[in-house]
């Protein structure tokens, strides 16, 4: 605790002095640039991977960057959703992966959670991930690539369920709403957008395509 304790004195010493007027700025209400659906992982910072100030992302975290479906859960997955877009009318939202997620290596093994059985009921809104990498790619035996694989379907799958939720499908309709569905490789501080036109997940460019419809055949990409 005494190493947050710190944290905190040493923002207010330093970081919120030189950015004082930004959070004045704040209480006039907030206009955030995206909507950034990732895993709880705490190797993940959105704000430091995107170089982002307070005010620019609105964040939602859960376990494996998981969007339940709408109406499977009406809590805050769910709302905080709604409110991105119909309240804040976000243009954008990220659903961004991770390697090495913890809540996927649940996924592809279902013992470990058996003492925890939370965790083991959420990813039931993963369970399309683990069947298309059970049924559809049975000859990739590799642990640390089968990791990487359900990583990549699951930012997929996720981005289906979030289409379920009204507010969004109303507002890509509208062609007010881009979906994109990223995989951060923390290790090395690489970012992959899905390109659909290629079929798998390539380092962010510049203009970076955004998601459609996914293909049903995909290659193993090379992360």
Known sequence: MQKLVDGIHEFQRNYFSQEQKLFETLVDGQNPLALFITCSDSRINPNHLTQTK????????????????????????AATIEYAVSALKVKDIIVCGHS???????????????????????????????????????????PQKRLVLTVQENVLVQIENLKTHPSVAAAVSRGELKLHGWVYKFETGEVYNYNPDEGQFLPIQDEEVVLSQPEVNRTLPPI
């Open 54 to 77: 307070p005010g620019e992302l609105f964040i939602q975290r859960t376990a494996g960057n998981i969007v339940p479906p709408y109406g499977a859960v009406f809590g805050g997955e």
């Open 100 to 142: 090495h997620c913890g809540a996927m290596g649940g996924l592809l093994d279902p013992a470990l959670l058996e003492k925890m059985p939370a965790v083991k009921s959420y990813l039931q809104h993963a369970e399309s991930t683990r069947r298309i990498v059970d049924e559809n790619y049975s000859h990739l035996t590799d």
